[in-house]
């Protein structure tokens, strides 16, 4: 997330919580799409993780940034920590460990976010090369230990690097040596945010392995396909998971916010400075638990707004849908996210489709499938089909509804040609980190220096 939110607008009760996220719904010709993407920036020289301060910095790349295209700076404690268009059509941002995130446009088509990535990615290519840096897209860092890593000077991190190994074992893991690729959709009603969210729900596990690129942890093989997603299982429990009370038949905003209001929070904001907040929840907030230890310690809806910001579950429920399955990955893996999840959501026929296949898969079901999947893969079962078998028909119904989307680029062609990258994963039946396993094993020698090398952008 590139800013924090401020909006001094008082919170008098829990139904404005849940107006809040139903003033997302908006009608289908206002749909968009919204791609996140994170990369790891390392030094040419010697494949070392590049740090905020110095002549060769992140700092020096988010100047020339600046300077290149003319958008705000945002400001932390006097530090540079991300930059937004000023109409607010994209962002860039840090997360802790350095890793450069885009957060695009919302756009119209697939086409447009291959673009923009495309142009992010030269952009901020020209400004870094010349300081001997390149970008790595994996789900994960495969060689730098957290020692190592980088500490970027963003104050909510602070607070969160501090809270989280008191909830779980690897969320210092997540917040510094992962990155992934998001797409952000929107709905049109609540009935269709609850459609959307229970199939994707259902399927963020299926992206999971499709997209699974992070099988190296400090110069080897960790065990999984999908070390990043495996993080998550003890990240910090509270917050993050599949939620039960998505699959209940009537699902609705208030039941999310009844959620959210009981999770912890980590800050609240007050004039440019965090004050940490991870000691109460929201709901403990609302009932005036803060009133006499921060300025102004009564909620309002940017409070609300950056709780919801971290809430962690596979899917994210904002005034938008985020998808949060997949690893980081290369530059074709930018646009084969969203154009999965646009094909499964964006088309009534597959959306359809998507619904039936699901209907009556049930929460511990999906929630085993979650634990299998950052290990097996396309190995992983559904009573007794292999994520291969499923995505098969997965990607089919994906590229039905893109293909009834009919969006076209100048050359004539639709959007379906994104999944190619997908479609040559369940063709060849493993997946990307498999892939690469099987490098290192033969033509890499045992070593993890040549990903620097096939996956740099």
């Known amino acids: 997330m590139a800013r924090d939110t401020t909006d001094e607008t008082p919170i008098s009760g829990t139904e404005e919580l849940a107006t809040y996220l139903a003033q997302g719904s908006r009608p289908e010709s206002d749909w968009r799409i919204g791609t996140e993407h994170e990369k790891f920036p390392f030094y040419t020289e010697d494949n070392s993780p590049v740090p905020y301060d110095g002549p060769r910095g992140i700092r020096a790349i988010l100047e020339g940034m600046k300077s290149k295209l003319g958008w705000e700076p945002i400001i932390d404690e006097g530090n540079i920590i991300g930059l937004v268009e000023p109409t607010g059509q994209g962002a860039i941002s840090l997360e802790p460990g350095g890793q450069f995130e885009l957060s695009g446009a919302p756009l119209l088509t697939i086409h447009q976010t291959c673009r923009e990535s495309n142009a992010h990615l030269a952009q901020v290519r020209e400004i870094a090369e010349p300081l001997g840096i390149r970008f790595l897209g994996l789900g994960g860092s495969p060689k730098w230990t957290l020692a190592e890593t980088p500490r970027m000077p963003k104050s909510r991190y602070n607070i969160m690097s501090n809270y989280m190994p008191k909830v779980g074992k690897d969320g210092l893991n997540m917040m510094y040596r992962t990155c992934t690729i998001q797409v952000n959709l929107d709905f049109l009603s609540e009935t269709d945010m609850r459609r959307k969210m229970q199939v994707s729900v259902k399927l963020q596990s299926i992206a999971t392995a499709l997209f699974a690129m992070s099988p190296f942890t400090e110069g080897k093989p960790n065990g999984l396909l999908s070390w990043r997603s495996n993080i998550w299982r003890d990240t910090d429990n509270n917050r993050s998971g599949v939620l039960p009370f998505i699959f209940n038949e009537n699902f609705g905003f208030a039941d999310y916010v009844e959620w959210a209001l009981d999770v912890p929070m980590y800050f609240v904001m007050r004039h440019g400075r965090y004050h940490d907040c991870t000691h109460v929840t929201f709901r403990q907030f609302m009932h005036g638990a803060l009133k006499d230890s921060i300025p102004e310690g009564t909620p309002n809806m940017g409070d609300w707004t950056n709780h919801l910001s971290t809430l962690f579950p596979e899917v994210r ?104 990258s997908l479609e040559e994963v369940v063709a060849r039946g493993t997946t990307s980190a498999e892939q690469m396993l099987s490098q290192y094993n033969t033509a890499w020698g045992s070593s993890v220096e040549p990903a620097f090398l096939e996956y740099a952008y």
């Open 317 to 420: 429920l904002k005034r938008f849908l985020e998808m949060r399955g997949a690893d980081g990955g290369p530059w074709r893996r930018i646009c084969a996210l969203p154009a999965f999840w646009v094909g499964l959501l964006y088309d009534s026929e597959a959306l359809d489709a998507a619904e039936a296949m699901t209907r009556d898969w049930t929460y511990p079901e999906v929630q085993t499938l979650r634990d299998e999947v950052p290990a097996k893969g396309l190995q992983a079962t559904l009573r007794n089909r292999s994520v291969h078998e499923i995505s098969r028909d997965v990607l089919a119904i994906s590229r039905l509804g893109l293909k009834n989307r009919a969006k076209l680029n100048s050359e004539g062609f639709d959007e379906t040609h994104y999944l190619s």
